[in-house]
């Protein structure tokens, strides 16, 4: 072989020409990716000899450092990207550099035909690979070495205008690929040290082969999430967390997810011990990393978990998505769909073991990350773990702080219950206090207390666990709970209502409706209540009173709900009110006794807009009964 060679010139396919005069001409803004293609090729290529060598194939080389340099040079505009990996020969050069075969740019000009959109937009979406570097460079020279070794080293230049050249070279070459490119004249500021530093480490810090820039190693941390687990100290995943979070605390749990079949992929998921603030400013400040074979594809994506398990960080990699896929294609993509569903899976199959080993360590996570949790309602997939996963107060805790799972209320169950019941209230000892709670402490039966309205929405969207349906107290059947028996005879009970009297109490209802008017839909004697005189409740499996403000409250209503008002003929005021009304049924002291519990009602059920004739009938029957008391004590 003669020592000359002259150099042949080739031309791209149109494919590729149309590409390139779209890169060439571009204005975009990120053109930094074209780093990211070019060092992630050089990582490929070496992953390639990597296999070939492990396949025991004779390699050219073999035994030289597997490494990935960049350098540099400011006065000439230049970058130099050389890779000790597979190299390429002449053929592979044609095939792989001049013609279009992956996805990635093919993609890329079929959606720009298709939507005719403007070129600069959609780039950063696709890496268009190897081309991009079109975008920075009005010269590009390939020299490569392939491990093959009687194929001969070829160098490969071109200005992107529509030719390339190809020389086979005489001079012995190390095994693979050195790409020099030289920069435009408004490009030539890449050709920096600092910011080639900034690029490289924000895009490529996991690659697994060392990275040099000038003879320093760029990429210092390991990829953590594909070495195997039993490896890993717990010091490395904490260190790796803070890297990843800026959290100064190490995380409360780390998931560590390798899956081989039938995807490929590997995640590395931590749940902080404090939450952040999801629902201030930092709303949008969630997602995982997501990297294609140790290259950052996409930093906090939102796809991969779904929003209410935001509090989790950390990253995926896939082995199997293509390294240029845009972001709109991937939720269609269904590799990803595949390994979103199964680390969705993960972490709620974590946080039900770590529930039951755990359980106070889970309450722990509960505070901290149960109200974002919550809003898991609407995840009808797995709605069966997230069920499982709810904690509530109930009134079997002693206290407001102990939490109760459905299954746990579920297995206190009386005998033939088949409903959860709830209420909700402002504090524990609002709960407590509301008179719709008082037949459920006569029977026994447990009641979830809620605090947070988010509650009461998750309950009743959810409406059910397993078969169990899920019943606001407000708007309860009360015939559903007669099977059910009192705990103990009502104390201090008063004597039975003779036949006359009965009619006369009818009577006092009737005059009660009377004074409300509309603004109830009915009064009625109470079968639930012990402790109070009179209570307002929603007609039979009505929608609860709180679900019925939230709605109020969207619509902008608000006027004030009518409910039936019950009234308890068992208790010693209702027992006065009815000898005043059989001596003189029109005496005002019904009248403002009436509206006194009618109000006070209101006020237990949040709905009293204006406290101010409340407060001064009270103050007027305080006055009286205080000249009463003063007359009976004789002072
Ligand atoms: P992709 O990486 O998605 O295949 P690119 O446009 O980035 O697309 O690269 C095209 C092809 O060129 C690669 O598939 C590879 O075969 C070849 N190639 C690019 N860079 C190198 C390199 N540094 N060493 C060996 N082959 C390379
Ligand atoms: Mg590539």
Redesign the pocket.
């Known amino acids: 072989m003669s020592a000359e060679t002259t150099a042949a010139k080739y031309e791209f396919k149109a494919e590729v020409k149309q590409l390139l005069d779209i890169l060439v001409h571009s204005l975009y803004t990120s053109r930094e990716i074209f780093l990211r ?1 070019l060092i992630s ?2 990582s ?2 070496l992953d390639k000899v990597r296999f070939e060598s492990t396949k025991g194939t004779d390699i050219l080389d073999n035994g030289i450092a597997l490494e990935i340099k960049v350098d540099f040079d400011e006065k000439k505009k230049l970058i130099t990207i050389s ?1 000790t ?4 020969t002449k053929d ?1 050069l044609i095939t ?2 001049g013609t279009i075969a ?1 996805s ?2 093919a993609e890329f000009l079929k959606q720009l035909k298709e939507n005719k959109t403007d070129a600069n937009n959609i780039i950063g979406r696709f890496g268009v ?3 991009s570097v079109f975008m920075v460079a009005e010269e590009v020279v390939i020299k ?1 070495k392939s491990y093959k070794k009687d194929a001969p080293a070829v160098e490969w230049r071109s200005n992107g205008l529509g030719d390339y050249e190809i020389i086979e070279l005489n001079e012995k070459l190390q095994r693979g ?1 050195t ?1 020099e490119v030289h920069l435009k004249e408004d490009n030539k500021d890449f050709a920096e040290k600092y910011r080639l530093e900034t690029i490289i480490k924000k895009h490529l810090n996991f690659i697994s082969f060392p990275i040099y820039l000038e003879k320093e190693k760029i990429n210092t941390i390991a990829a953590l999430w594909r070495e195997p687990k039993s490896t890993i100290k717990k010091e490395q995943y904490d260190e790796f967390y803070k890297f990843l979070t800026y959290d100064s605390e190490p995380p409360a749990d780390v998931i560590h997810v390798s899956v081989d079949a039938p995807i490929q992929f590997n995640a590395l998921l931590f749940i902080p011990k404090k939450t952040y603030d999801f629902f201030g400013m930092n709303r949008e400040d969630y997602g995982l990393d997501l990297y294609v074979r140790r290259v950052l594809i996409q930093h906090k994506n939102k796809d991969l978990l779904p929003e209410y398990l935001g509090f989790v960080k950390g990253v995926v990699d896939s082995e199997d998505l ?3 896929i845009s972001r709109e294609t991937l939720q269609e993509n269904i590799i990803f769909t595949k390994i979103s569903q199964n680390i969705t899976g993960q972490v709620l199959s974590y946080l039900i073991k770590k529930a039951k080993d755990e359980p106070e360590k889970y309450a722990e996570f509960w505070k901290e990350h149960g109200r974002y949790f919550k809003l898991g309602y609407t995840d009808f997939t797995n709605a069966d773990k997230f069920q499982q996963l709810l904690r509530f107060n109930s009134s079997f805790n002693n206290d407001s702080d102990s939490l109760t799972s459905f299954d746990e209320y579920v297995s206190r169950f009386k005998e033939d219950q088949k409903e959860i019941y709830y209420a909700f209230g402002t504090s524990r000892d609002a709960v407590a206090q509301d008179p719709h709670l008082e037949i459920f402490k006569n029977k026994g039966l447990e009641v979830f207390y809620l605090y947070d309205p988010l509650d009461e929405f998750v309950l009743s969207s959810i409406r059910k666990y397993k078969d169990y349906e899920l019943k606001s107290v407000d708007s309860i059947d009360l015939k559903n709970l007669d099977k059910f028996k009192d705990l103990e005879e009502k104390k201090e009970k008063l004597e039975d209502l003779s036949k006359d009297d009965s009619r006369h109490f009818d009577s006092l209802l009737a005059r009660i409706k009377d004074i409300l008017g509309d603004r109830v839909t009915d009064v009625k004697e109470s079968k639930r209540l012990s402790g109070s005189p009179a209570v307002l409740v929603n007609p039979d499996d009505s929608m609860s009173s709180t679900m019925q403000k939230i709605m109020r409250m969207t619509n902008k209503d608000m006027s004030v709900p009518k409910k039936i008002f019950e009234v308890n003929r068992d208790h010693k005021l209702i027992r006065n009110l009815l000898k005043v009304f059989k001596a003189n049924s029109k005496d005002e002291y019904i009248t403002n006794v009436t509206e006194e519990l009618f109000e006070s009602a209101l006020l237990l059920d949040g709905s009293l807009t204006d406290p101010h004739k409340l407060v001064s009938r009270l103050n007027q029957m305080l006055e009286q009964s205080s000249e009463w008391y003063t007359e009976i004590k004789k002072l």
Do not use: H, V
Request: charged share 20%; no cysteine.
């Open positions: 293609e090729n050089a490929d290529a890779d990996g597979i190299g390429m592979e792989n550099i992956k990635g740019s690979g190897f081309y490569t690929t790409i293509p390294l240029n």
